[in-house]
């Protein structure tokens, strides 16, 4: 296949009527297999989403090695080809031009060798000198060891990348004597250093201590391990998909993972303890010291990417349009029966921008700007009062998969209870003051996924308490009544956001979508993802509504929703008899 410039004027609808993509992916370049063929994924689960990103079926858990590559975006991700359930782990591959609309491709990577024999775990993608993409991945050798592995693209003409080879070299990066081998995996993508060397973080525990190993390498294959770790942590367990990159301190765009630019920190992220926390600091190259602004869980402090479903998350840089882009894995919250029953219906969060605050103390998170091209019928206003205790529905959409954007105001604020200084844990305040707990002023916000009777409902709400003299705005993510089905996981989230009522809006922005609810508060600067699984809030049976349940009344002062359009998800693979290990 020649090496085209690809357009970025697909549409994957006329994909699917012609029943062949390669005609209008490579500009009239046509497929070379005969075998391989075009489906439509499957419509027919109530809880399966429109715009959010989704495998064929069966199980799929942490997004790996995503990047831009000659105009397209390419994601990898843990897979299962054969069940609903963790195992047979795979590397998975799927490739967009716009981030909304997906096609999978065949599995790059597949446990067939000695150093991946047991699955061929998370990793990352790094670009070499001349642009050459490579993956460095975990390999499970045994339940109890692991290794790092190499793979490059077969053929790099092929802007699609469709076909990877394992290194020769394999394992390049092994455990030393005296290491946890059961815990040393997930590498993160390589930087190179003034010395022209590359470095890469490898995760690890180590006396149930997180830890983030440093390795560098002239070439990619050989590597040495740095006498201590980048970081490390006496207040966490093992630390799985390690991140580490840097963010601008005065700019709008990312930051190539490669740049030493002084007006900028680096972020440290870490997996654990079911959520994917991060740490802001000051990385010097020369010596490859890292000194965090302040440590994981120091002193009451908890910075996350999101306080709810989201984990095992990946960033890339974006070069094409010079952004830092996030993922992560959305993890079922009912049973592995359930699972089953359903062919799996595990999925990927909407890829976000991430960019450093203005404040520098924290960073913020946006749905991706392709997304509104999803948009469809609108609904808005402006300057709507909620009386205490009253329900507005938001008709006119489609309230089971949309995009609402809300701001809200108050003239009562003096008037907030105060904040007592016990309330450190913004989790257990929310479970303690739910969506029905009445106060001054809050809890106000939107109910979705919500019955007619209101019987269902998944209320983001938020409160505000006045504390020395300020004010604190506590958000809050209540699925307690979110499905009449028992035995769900019915979790109460919650977060602080560093918003000041007195000079700016309470906003919050929400994409719905069948069983996935994403928030962002304060322009991204609390994020919480619900799970949810409605018995009777389903497709045209779902509600949107605003509320307010303080004894003051709160001003909508914006509110815009959409309807939003499926996306295009479609597999072109080969086909191939199945095999197991």
């Not at 699917?16 to 046509?30: A, D, I, K, P, R």
């Not at 490739?95 to 990577?109: F, T």
């Amino acid at each position: 296949m020649t090496d085209l410039k690809l357009k970025v004027t697909m549409d994957l609808s006329v994909v699917l009527v012609v029943g062949s993509c390669f005609g209008l992916l490579g500009n009239g370049v046509q497929s070379d297999r005969d075998d391989e063929k075009l489906q439509s994924l499957p419509q027919d689960q109530p809880y399966r989403t429109g715009y959010h990103f989704q495998p064929p079926k069966n199980w799929m858990n942490d997004p790996n090695g995503p990047m831009y590559y000659k105009g397209v975006y390419h994601l990898f991700y843990q897979y299962n080809p054969y069940a609903a359930v963790w195992g047979n782990i795979t590397w998975a591959h799927s490739i967009s031009y716009d981030l909304v609309n997906w096609i999978h491709l065949d599995i790059a990577l597949s446990p067939d060798d000695p150093f991946d024999i047991n699955g061929c775990w998370s990793g990352s993608t790094t670009f070499l000198s001349g642009g050459k993409p490579i993956i460095l991945y975990t390999g499970g050798v045994t339940m109890n060891r692991q290794v790092q592995n190499l793979a490059e693209p077969k053929n790099l003409s092929d802007p699609m990348l469709r076909e990877w080879v394992k290194s020769s070299h394999n394992p390049v990066i092994t455990h030393v004597d005296g290491m946890d081998s059961e815990n040393f995996r997930d590498p993160t993508t390589a930087w190179q250093g003034p010395d022209g060397l590359r470095r890469v973080l490898v995760g690890n525990e180590m006396n149930s201590h997180g830890r983030a190993l440093l390795y560098r390498s002239r070439d990619f294959v050989t590597w040495t391990q740095s006498k201590e770790p980048v970081h490390s942590s006496t207040r966490t367990g093992m630390w799985e998909c390690p991140d580490f990159y840097p963010v601008s301190i005065d700019g709008k765009n990312g930051v190539d993972t490669s740049s030493l630019d002084k007006f900028r920190k680096h972020v440290l992220k870490a997996s654990f303890n079911s959520s994917d926390h991060y740490v802001l600091g000051n990385y010097t190259a020369v010596t490859d010291n890292f000194s965090v602004d302040t440590d994981f869980l120091d002193n009451g402090s908890d910075l996350r990417y999101d306080y709810d479903n989201f984990y095992a998350s990946k960033t890339f840089f974006d070069s094409a349009k010079k952004r830092r882009i996030l993922w992560a894995w959305i993890q079922e919250s009912d049973s592995t029966t359930d699972d089953v029953k359903k062919t799996g219906l595990v999925y990927s969060h909407f890829p976000r921008s991430i960019l450093l605050s203005k404040t520098g103390k924290q960073l913020i998170q946006w749905p991706v700007e392709e997304i509104e091209k999803q948009r469809t019928v609108n609904v808005r206003f402006k300057n709507k009062e909620l009386k205490g205790g009253s329900v507005l529905e938001i008709s006119g959409i489609t309230a089971s998969q949309s995009d609402v954007e809300v701001s809200f105001n108050s003239s009562n604020l003096k008037e907030a209870d105060l904040l007592d200084p016990s309330w450190v844990d913004p989790q257990l305040l929310c479970s303690q003051k739910t969506a029905s707990v009445g106060g001054n002023i809050g809890p106000f916000g939107i109910l979705v996924l919500a019955s007619k009777d209101l019987t269902e409902q998944t209320s983001i709400f938020f409160r505000v308490f006045r504390s020395n003299e300020k004010y604190v705005v506590l958000m809050c993510s209540d699925q307690s009544r979110s499905s009449l089905e028992e035995g769900l996981k019915k979790t109460i989230y919650g977060a602080f956001i560093d918003i000041d009522p007195l000079n700016e809006m309470i906003s919050l922005r929400s994409l719905i979508d069948h069983s996935i609810v994403e928030s962002f508060g304060g322009e991204g600067r609390a994020c919480i993802t619900a799970r949810v699984y409605p018995k009777l809030a389903i497709d045209n049976q779902a509600y949107l509504y605003a509320f307010n349940n303080s004894t003051f009344d709160v001003n909508i002062s914006t509110l815009n929703a959409w309807s939003m359009k499926k996306a295009q998800i479609v597999s072109f693979t080969k086909r191939r008899k199945p095999h197991l290990n």
